[in-house]
Structures are given as structure tokens and as C-alpha cells.
């Protein structure tokens, strides 16, 4: 049974941890010192960070791991229900599943928080420390999510095909930092994010991105590569 002190130590970390999320998604990692997220927590042991993390690197460490963990958790419950209907049959609903779980991570449902445009920065900053963390362990549904899209795409030669897949994946971590920003504190341009369709034609977007046509310049090049 967790005592009084462990339950007050589990919420000062969870405040240290979103402090330094919302300040490292505005100005980076590199941006923002300790003594600038225990300050924004309103703590008064300046050394709380230190205490509960031991250094600045580990706290960075350990925001990866949460989102990460929680985005790969939803894709694959997502892919592992469609897969027990026999699916997904079509590259849509595989889109899908890689947008919606990246949307929606504050801790009331629907509600957005940091963490995309703390990864994005990130990715930015730090690309071989996000690396280091994922190692293949927190993108597993991602992953599969790219094996349904090269057996649903057969027409686009496999490397137009790769670099798609990048350019897709670099699109959407920056279109959802857009978004996540805009729900932020009611910033401007919400309202373009709420409108109805506005998810929807990003689903559209993307899939374009990825069977939009080929120019015969671009597959001549392929093929001589």
C-alpha cells in the first residue's frame, strides 16, 4: 500500500515532468536550465529535480519514454483490432492509426498536451539521444502501421516508396505540433483545427503524399539509381 509520502513524491515528480515538458516543447531542450523548471513548478527545494531524477538528461530520458509508450500503446490496440476483423483493407484506416493516437495525450480525454512539439524540438536538437531512447522499443506499432502501407501500395517503386514514408513521417510530427500549439491555451488559429473537416483532409493529405502520382522525370531517375 503507497504511504502519504510516496503519493505526495509521485505527484511532485508528475508536476517536475510536465513543467519541463511544456518549457522544453516553447524553447527546447538546450533552452531551458533546472533551475528554470523548478522554478515553474513552484517547488521550493530547488534541488527537487535533482532528487527525483538525478540529472536534467534523465528527465529528458524519461518524457520520451512516456508519450512514446502511450502513442505505441494506442496504435497498437487500434492495429490489433482491425487485424482481428481481417483488416485494415484499405491505406486510409492505416493513416488513421497513425494520426489519432498522437492527438489527444493531456490527462482529460480529448485534451492536448506538450509532448509532440517537445519531440519534434527534440528530434530537431538531440536526433541521436531520441534515437538512443526509442531503439526500436517504443515504436512498434509505428512500425507495423509501415508494414500495412508497402503491402497496400504496389504501384510506387520501393525506394519512391521510402522516401514517401519520410517525408509522410517528417509531415506529421510537424502538422501535429502545428495542431497541438493551436488547441494549446486557445491560440490562434484553433479554430482551424476544430472545424469538421479539417482531420479529415489531413487523412486525405497524407494518403496523397503517399499514391499521389509520379512525374516520369522522377521514375526515370528511380530506376537509373
Same mark, same amino acid.
Given at each position: 500500500?503507497?504511504?502519504?509520502?510516496?503519493?505526495?513524491?509521485?505527484?511532485?515528480?508528475?508536476?517536475?515532468?510536465?513543467?519541463?515538458?511544456?518549457?522544453?516543447?516553447?524553447?527546447?531542450?538546450?533552452?531551458?536550465?533546472?533551475?528554470?523548471?523548478?522554478?515553474?513548478?513552484?517547488?521550493?527545494?530547488?534541488?527537487?529535480?535533482?532528487?527525483?531524477?538525478?540529472?536534467?538528461?534523465?528527465?529528458?530520458?524519461?518524457?520520451?519514454?512516456?508519450?512514446?509508450?502511450?502513442?505505441?500503446? =494506442?496504435?497498437?490496440?487500434?492495429?490489433?483490432? !482491425?487485424?482481428?476483423?481481417?483488416? $485494415? @483493407?484499405? *491505406? /486510409?484506416?492505416?493513416?488513421?492509426?497513425?494520426?489519432?493516437?498522437?492527438?489527444?495525450?493531456?490527462?482529460?480525454?480529448?485534451?492536448?498536451?506538450?509532448?509532440?512539439?517537445?519531440?519534434?524540438?527534440?528530434?530537431?536538437?538531440?536526433?541521436?539521444?531520441l534515437d538512443e531512447v526509442?531503439?526500436?522499443?517504443?515504436?512498434?506499432?509505428?512500425? =507495423?502501421?509501415?508494414?500495412?502501407?508497402?503491402? !497496400?501500395?504496389?504501384?510506387?517503386? $520501393? @525506394?519512391? *516508396? /521510402?522516401?514517401?514514408?519520410?517525408?509522410?513521417?517528417?509531415?506529421?510530427?510537424?502538422i501535429m505540433a502545428a495542431r497541438?500549439?493551436?488547441?494549446?491555451?486557445?491560440?490562434?488559429?484553433?479554430?482551424?483545427?476544430?472545424?469538421?473537416?479539417?482531420?479529415?483532409?489531413?487523412?486525405?493529405?497524407?494518403?496523397?503524399?503517399?499514391?499521389?502520382?509520379?512525374?516520369?522525370?522522377?521514375?526515370?531517375?528511380?530506376?537509373?539509381?
Amino acid at each position: 500500500m503507497a504511504t502519504k509520502s510516496s503519493l505526495r513524491g509521485d505527484a511532485t515528480r508528475e508536476v517536475i515532468k510536465l513543467a519541463a515538458r511544456r518549457l522544453f516543447a516553447l524553447r527546447g531542450v538546450h533552452g531551458v536550465t533546472t533551475r528554470e523548471i523548478v522554478a515553474q513548478t513552484g517547488q521550493k527545494n530547488g534541488g527537487s529535480l535533482h532528487y527525483y531524477f538525478r540529472t536534467k538528461d534523465a528527465l529528458v530520458r524519461e518524457l520520451i519514454v512516456d508519450g512514446a509508450r502511450l502513442i505505441d500503446d =494506442r496504435r497498437n490496440q487500434a492495429l490489433d483490432a !482491425l487485424e482481428g476483423e481481417g483488416g $485494415p @483493407t484499405c *491505406l /486510409r484506416d492505416v493513416i488513421a492509426i497513425l494520426v489519432w493516437p498522437a492527438a489527444g495525450l493531456g490527462e482529460a480525454p480529448g485534451e492536448e498536451d506538450s509532448y509532440i512539439r517537445f519531440i519534434t524540438n527534440l528530434g530537431l536538437q538531440e536526433r541521436e539521444l531520441l534515437d538512443e531512447v526509442l531503439a526500436g522499443r517504443w515504436n512498434s506499432g509505428y512500425q =507495423r502501421c509501415l508494414d500495412h502501407i508497402r503491402r !497496400l501500395v504496389d504501384h510506387v517503386p $520501393p @525506394t519512391l *516508396l /521510402r522516401q514517401r514514408l519520410v517525408f509522410m513521417s517528417l509531415g506529421l510530427r510537424a502538422i501535429m505540433a502545428a495542431r497541438e500549439a493551436a488547441l494549446d491555451h486557445r491560440r490562434e488559429h484553433r479554430h482551424f483545427w476544430t472545424a469538421p473537416e479539417t482531420m479529415d483532409n489531413l487523412l486525405d493529405t497524407l494518403e496523397a503524399m503517399i499514391v499521389g502520382p509520379i512525374s516520369n522525370e522522377t521514375a526515370r531517375k528511380a530506376l537509373a539509381g
